[in-house]
């Protein structure tokens, strides 16, 4: 794991497990040095999200993983400025709570979790592509060791669909280091930074693994 104060230059920033707050970390990082942005932030709202269940029953998510008083928290607008300045396609979960532009190039994450149940069936990624809308069907996780983990099956995914082998991938929210996971798998280099030093910890064990089913 590196720590971002201490880093001198972005290209240290390649292929590591970085500790760091993401805009200081983008702001090392020249302008379209990124091919795509692949991530996930924080949508900004706290017990709405991270608390529901099937049949009505309630799952505190609290309570099974870290304090999580991050998902209240939205990034900021220098945030999403930065994102756009450092890379040239971007793929953002969430993109339905945050100030983006139109486009047609939405995907859709099909949960595949039939009803009833509290949580949401699917979510949406805003994309920056022109192309058409696209579906991933995939069921959860239920190992997840991140209370919004995504599949590391749908990152691949949105990979392969969406970069080729070789490009530089930036997640400036990494979280159990999913995207990474993924990059790794598919050949694809990356950039990412998490705050929360316990998940880099988890992100460097992730990496470490030969495959990550």
């Not at 930065?82 to 339905?96: A, P």
């Not at 060791?145 to 400036?172: A, F």
């Amino acid at each position: 794991m590196k720590h971002l104060k201490d880093i001198k230059d972005w290209q240290e920033l390649k292929n590591e497990v970085v500790c760091g707050d993401c805009l200081e970390g983008m702001k090392l990082i020249p302008d379209k040095s990124i091919d795509l942005v692949l991530t996930d932030p924080p949508y900004g709202l706290g017990d709405k999200l991270l608390k529901g269940g099937k049949n009505g029953n309630v799952v505190d998510f609290g309570k099974k993983y870290q304090e999580t008083e991050w998902e209240d928290i939205k990034p900021t607008q220098e945030v999403f400025d930065k994102m756009f300045c450092i890379s040239s396609n971007q793929v953002i979960f969430g993109g339905n709570y945050f100030n983006l532009p139109p486009t047609r190039g939405i995907i859709c994450w099909d949960k595949n979790i039939g009803t009833p149940n509290n949580f949401s069936h699917w979510e949406m990624g805003w994309t920056s592509f022109d192309c058409p809308a696209r579906k991933f069907v995939k069921t959860n996780d239920n190992n997840k060791q991140h209370p919004t983990q995504k599949p590391v099956e749908l990152m691949r995914w949105i990979l392969e669909n969406y970069s080729k082998e070789g490009d530089l991938i930036c997640d400036p929210f990494m979280g159990s280091w999913t995207t990474a996971r993924a990059c790794k798998d598919l050949g694809r280099d990356f950039i990412g930074f998490e705050l929360d030093e316990n998940y880099c910890k988890i992100g460097e064990k992730r990496l470490q693994q030969e495959v990550l089913f």
